[in-house]
């Protein structure tokens, strides 16, 4: 069974700190997919990434960075600067190739950035 | 495009009654989820459809609950009769094709049942 791991439950830090959100998953299958959400205190959920199992080459969005390794299953979250408008829960997802019981979430990492 | 439509907003009913909640879907999109968000179970997929047929409800948590898909831009989320453990944010997800693409979330439903 496929399984995603976040293993923070709460992160507080102070604006401008840097802070990684960790992410860790299991799977059988060769191909799947991760992705990162953002849910914000108005309560909808936000794509930010998606990255196939292919690809490792890390990737920088702005302020956002993702590290994906294979080797040690993770798929982990940094924000660089933070800002109070990233506080919000953050949520890692893993799928198959197919839909259904394989497109799994975390339970989520609520962060807080403090003025 | 308006994106994943949801209503209501909120509901609040009290235990025994019927309770509906409704999905509209991103035109062109052949997938269609259910998922139920609580403090303690975290996001819940619940049921999916693909070109309007239920794939896989093996997370609808009893008969209490049924999903419907009658047509490409319509879903309803259905439970009958609500219990005050049923109170959930229920949000309704479209997404274009399979595993490999990204869920498009509506704004959710926050239920609550006295």
């Known amino acids: 069974a496929q399984k995603v791991t976040q293993a923070q439950t709460e992160i507080s830090v102070v604006e401008k700190e840097d802070v990684t959100l960790d992410c860790v998953y299991e799977t059988r299958d060769t191909t799947y997919y991760l992705f990162w959400y953002k849910q914000p205190p108005s309560g909808e959920l936000v794509f930010l990434i998606r990255r196939n199992s292919f690809d490792e080459q890390n990737e920088i969005s702005g302020r956002y960075s993702w590290n994906f390794q294979k080797s040690t299953s993770s798929f982990n979250f940094t924000i660089t600067a933070s800002q109070v408008v990233d506080s919000a829960v953050y949520f890692c997802a893993l799928s198959g190739v197919n839909y259904g019981q394989n497109f799994v979430f975390g339970p989520g990492t609520r962060l807080s950035v403090l003025p | 495009d308006a994106g994943v439509i949801q209503s209501p907003r909120h509901e609040v009913t009290e235990m025994g009654q019927e309770v509906t909640l409704r999905c509209k879907p991103i035109s062109g999109h052949d997938y269609l989820f259910w998922y139920r968000q609580t403090m303690m179970r975290g996001l819940e997929l619940l049921i999916y459809f693909n070109n309007n047929v239920p794939i896989d409800d093996s997370g609808m948590p009893e008969d209490r609950f049924s999903a419907k898909m009658p047509n490409a831009s319509f879903s309803t989320l259905k439970i009958q009769p609500s219990e005050p453990r049923d109170s959930a944010v229920y949000f309704c997800?479209?997404?274009?094709?399979?595993?490999?693409?990204?869920?498009?979330f509506g704004s959710g439903t926050q239920l609550s049942v006295l």
């Open positions: 997800a479209s997404s274009p094709g399979r595993g490999s693409e990204k869920l498009f």
